[in-house]
């Protein structure tokens, strides 16, 4: 498959023997999101995207016991957003994250917590590029992002292919993504954000928006 991908069974082979036993136990779940198209290949790219979450968790669980609790969640949150999160999104995210109500976070609930639904298979995938992006535009880092953020998220897609259109036709883009950027918050804010979209609920954006998304780039190639 090219020299940027390595096959499940050599990754897994290698990892098994550098891990230690309370990490590798959780590469078999690990490579099936990795490789939810069953390739039985990785690529260089989707592979160095999981490991950051994959290494901070190690290195915010301190005693190795493979599970966080809500004061190692505040420090790997912190890893993975480069600023210190306030409170109230650590709760929250606690809250989120741990789905059997332990009150810890274990690897794995951290893993198919940034992991998204694949919206063609239904599989649950690590969407690498959807969960960047919803970082990035989280300027105040507080896990949220609003109508405006998922605005500007819209325009970036778009702006390789804007580029030489008419002021007159980026006007009409700018417009109809707005528009489209109201339509995508209003639909997915259904739990009481205030207009406001928080991972769990843009993880959904795949699912409602990939196909407005291809139309509005179809209409913008199509104009001068």
Sequence with gaps: ????????????????????????????????????????AVSEEDFDAIMKPWASFSATDINGDGELDVTELKCLIWLMV??????????????????????YVDRMEWIEY????DPETGKTTFNFKLKRAFDTHDK???????????????KDTLCEIT?????????VIEKLTKALAVDIMNTLDTRENNGKLDWPAFKKYMWYAKEKEKQLKEFVEQQQ
């Design 1 to 40: 498959m090219g020299e940027n991908y390595a096959t499940v069974i050599s990754l897994n082979k290698i990892l098994k023997e550098v891990l230690p036993d309370h990490e590798s136990k959780h590469l078999d779940d690990l490579f099936v999101l990795l490789d939810s198209e069953s390739k039985g």
């Design 82 to 103: 480069d600023e210190e999160p306030p409170e109230y999104r650590v709760q929250r995210d606690m809250k989120a994250i741990d789905a059997d109500g332990s009150g």
């Design 114 to 117: 940034l992991a998204s639904p």
């Design 140 to 154: 105040d880092k507080d896990g949220f992002i609003d109508v405006n953020d998922l605005f500007l998220l819209l």
């Design 163 to 171: 580029k030489g259109k008419s002021g007159s036709t980026k006007r």
